[in-house]
């Protein structure tokens, strides 16, 4: 199921960006909006983060050079959580491979994790800071949750244009 849903965020992420230039990927419906680009950057930095921390596995962002490639004025940890109306405008990308480059690279590290999985491994507590603690079923059903609100996010904002 997890291999199918993180599939499902792969899709949608490739549906809403393929084939748009630079301008409609930095589109905001208002000036305090975010874009198809900053969602599709964000939510995949959420599963970069999120994924490499319960696996022990370095971020693809920073281990495969997409930090260099997308060249954000931003802190490479920084995930986009939090972001306001600048930063969020900041977040611009020559084309859409870009960003499904980034996006795939972070989905094939995701499965050849979740692959490992077996149910035993799901209560495991990846979060103590919560009460009640996270176990890493919960952040990896919290991660895909978030993912595809911001696909559908994305989409809608694509329907838009």
Known sequence: MLTDAFGRIREEVHAA????SPEEL????????????WLVWHLTRIQDDHVADVAGLPQVWTSQGWVERFDLP??????GYGHDSDQVAAVQVESG???T????AVYEQTISYV?????????????????????LGVRLISVISDDLQHAGQAAFIRGLL
């Open 74 to 79: 931003f802190d490479p940890a920084d995930t």
């Open 115 to 135: 692959e490992t999985l077996t149910d035993d491994d799901l209560p495991r507590i990846v979060d103590h800071s919560w009460d009640p603690p996270v176990t």
């Open 97 to 99: 491979e870009l960003l």
């Open 101 to 104: 480059g980034y996006h795939d």
């Open 26 to 37: 930095a589109y905001r419906v208002r000036e305090d909006a975010n874009s198809i680009a």
């Open 17 to 20: 960006v393929d084939g748009l």
